[in-house]
């Protein structure tokens, strides 16, 4: 099995032409990113007003809450469903898959930005208004950078989530690597389905590892850890020094749900 | 709503099954994240091997792992165990960077006043950390169950018996009744999985609502 997965994964053939890994790969990219974008000017606004004002924060916890209790296949089929017969072309396929990526990857943006702002040392908070800051430019200046760990940290992990599921679009007709799982199950090509779930778990480990890179020299070296001294970040209070490598919707929670 | 009450056995009969391949990983990973959450914590040169080497199980997308896990395991396709074990991959994969910083979130001060009264390490872990700690594990252990509630219905595509066959019963016939009751039983199921650890929780730290510290 391993032999002809190993086989199957370097044969040329299977590496050019519309249904080749390379077109593959760049579909599933391109379903996420658009997917994490929308998503994204949704939720962290969103988010951030929250955290800002504190208004609202029960009724979007519970819906997000109850957002990621949503099956992700069963919203599939039923956008498919109900899509299909309203729109024409490639984009009847489509639609159904962002809605249900856009709809997955809300919740952890969202909770990365409002536990991020709420989590910022209240002093850095007062200090800022002291100095004459507008709220504007508190949330700006102060309290974005100082939640850019945990936003990235729900970025991340919605990203993983969004990537994961992406392979389920190849369900309702559409592209990405789920085509690979897809079409091996039904010639019932055992090497192609388990190559393409290598192909997409190297996928995402490649997409988090670059998104741990641009964390690292986004992200103030007062809070990651980098430079010395006491971190005003939210972290602080876990008395980990530790950037966090690889995030999962835990660390909001964690932080989020803190006994003060 | 008749085609549920017609279907009521069906539904109920999935939703059983749902809730084992769902509940039992989450029980099994629990157990398996606590020592590795400990060791994590108790060696700092463990913490970022194990955290991030775990969280990476996470990034295997639900379907190919259902796909690649029987050729590994040498189990048969449709075997449940295969989504057994995937999900309860998954848990370990969330619980052991929670466990790890739960037990790291239990105040020093504290720790040194249980060694000072003459706890050993065995008994303060036991009698003093855990307990401090399971706030935190439970609001892991509930984005757990929760996650894992809706992966499970990904079992669907290999044909694994659990609310999401409804899910492609009623896509293939066209037919929406089907897979509207999945979709609601699915939130259900996710929604009782949470409501049974938040109720654990109560009464596991009866100090928070003493305190009036937020659980």
């Known amino acids: 099995m ?184 039904k010639i019932l090509q055992y090497e192609q389905m388990v190559s393409g779930a290598i192909v997409v778990a190297v996928l995402a480990l490649v997409v988090d590892a670059l998104l741990a890179v641009v964390q690292r020299y986004a992200v103030s070296p007062g809070l990651t850890g980098r430079s010395s001294g006491r971190s005003a970040s939210a972290l602080s209070t876990q008395r980990s020094n530790t950037p966090l490598d690889v995030e999962i919707p835990v660390a909001q929670r964690t932080v989020d749900s803190q006994p003060s | 709503m008749t085609w549920f009450l017609d279907h009521l056995d ?60 029987p050729v590994i395991l040498g189990t048969r396709a449709l075997d449940p165990i295969n989504v057994v074990v995937a999900m309860t991959l998954y848990t370990v994969a969330l619980l052991v960077r929670t466990v790890a910083d739960a037990l790291g979130s239990v105040p020093d001060h504290v720790q040194q006043a249980a060694t000072a009264m003459g706890y050993t390490r065995v008994r303060r872990f036991f009698a003093i950390e855990l307990p401090l700690a399971v706030p935190v594990i439970s609001a892991g252990l509930r984005v757990a169950a929760v996650s894992n509630v809706s992966i499970v219905s990904v079992g669907t595509i290999i044909g694994v018996n659990q609310l999401g066959l409804f899910f492609s019963d009623g896509f293939d016939r066209d037919f929406y009744d089907p897979l509207f009751v999945g979709i609601v039983a699915c939130v259900v199921l996710a929604l009782l999985f949470d409501a049974v650890i938040l109720l654990i929780t109560r009464l596991a730290t009866p100090w928070v609502r003493a305190t009036g510290a937020r659980a």
């Open chain 1, 2 to 185: 391993i032999n002809k997965t190993f086989a199957w994964l370097t044969d040329p053939s299977h590496w050019s032409g519309s249904d080749g890994i390379p077109t593959r790969i760049f579909e599933h990219l391109w379903y996420s990113a658009l997917a994490l974008a929308v998503a994204a000017l949704i939720a962290i606004p969103l988010g951030l007003a929250i955290g800002h004002t504190g208004r609202g924060r029960l009724f979007v916890v519970n819906l997000a809450g109850a957002a990621r209790a949503i099956p992700s296949l069963g919203l599939l089929y039923l956008m498919v469903l109900w899509l299909f017969p309203k729109i024409s072309g490639d984009n009847a396929f489509l639609v159904p898959v962002f809605i249900v990526l856009i709809v997955l990857a809300i919740p952890p943006l969202m909770a990365g930005a409002y536990a991020g702002v709420e989590g910022v040392d209240p002093a850095a908070r007062d200090a800022a208004k002291g100095m004459g800051m507008t709220g504007m430019q508190v949330l700006r200046k102060v309290e974005v950078p100082n939640a850019l760990p945990l936003i990235f940290s729900g970025f991340r992990s919605a990203t993983l989530q969004v990537i994961a599921t992406t392979t389920l679009a190849a369900i309702t007709g559409a592209g990405g690597l789920g085509r690979f799982l897809i079409d091996g199950q």
């Open chain 2, 10 to 69: 069906v539904v109920w009969s999935r939703a059983l099954q749902h809730s084992y391949l769902a509940g039992v990983p989450l029980v099994i990973g629990l157990l398996l994240a606590l020592p590795l959450g400990w060791l994590a914590r108790r060696y700092p040169r463990l913490y970022a091997p194990f955290t991030a080497g775990f969280g990476l199980l996470y990034t295997i997308p639900s379907l190919a792992l259902f796909v690649i896990l």
